[in-house]
């Protein structure tokens, strides 16, 4: 179980996101991919407080490739029908409205 290692877990990637987002860009795509997934995970997590946490880590982190043009175009083309596709069984799912008014 662990709640409080998911918590904290989240809590880093966020940090990264937030303060160290070129070592995002500068890591191979597979971790990237894995970081990605981590971030999806969260946000379709039944605990509120993880799922708002990957919701919010999504949202800075679709804001900052939108600041990196290079980057952008192979980031939405690599990854963006799968993030909708996750955040579409999010929409769908009752369990999980309640954090999706951004």
Not at 18 to 33: E, T
Not at 36 to 49: E, G, Q, V
Not at 52 to 79: C, E, M, R
């Amino acid at each position: 179980e662990h709640p409080e290692h998911r918590t904290n877990f989240f809590t880093l990637l966020q940090a990264v996101n937030a303060h160290c987002f070129p070592a995002f860009l500068s890591i191979p795509p597979q971790q990237f991919k894995l970081v990605l997934d981590s971030i999806i995970w969260a946000f379709k997590h039944t605990m509120r407080n993880v799922a708002d946490t990957g919701l919010n880590i999504l949202y800075q982190l679709l804001q900052n490739v939108s600041k990196h043009p290079d980057a952008a175009q192979s980031f939405y083309q690599t990854y963006y029908t799968d993030i909708l596709q996750h955040m579409f069984s999010v929409v769908t799912d009752t369990s999980h409205t309640a954090g999706l008014t951004m």
